[in-house]
């Protein structure tokens, strides 16, 4: 794996993040790192040690979302 993919697995609570969302970009910022099977934002969430997934919040909406390490980019 390339340094672009280790530096998103390395999200902390806080970090400010950008994603794809409709068309769109959207930014926001991360609220925890989920590493097991359990429910959030709504939905079920798969994630594991191995696979993280990450809870953001919308700076625009204030809602919550769930992805996947690949779909957040950190924000400088």
């Known amino acids: 794996m390339g340094k672009d993919s280790d530096r998103r697995k390395d999200l902390h609570k806080g970090d400010e993040v950008a994603w794809s969302s409709h068309g ?3 930014t926001g910022k991360v609220e925890k790192k989920i590493t097991e099977r359990t429910e959030e ?36």
């Open 24 to 26: 769109s970009e959207t």
């Open 41 to 76: 934002a709504g939905r079920k969430v798969a994630a594991s040690e191995e696979e993280p997934q990450y809870e953001v919040r919308s700076d625009k909406s204030g809602k919550t979302a769930v992805h996947k390490p690949s779909a957040l980019r950190k924000k400088k």
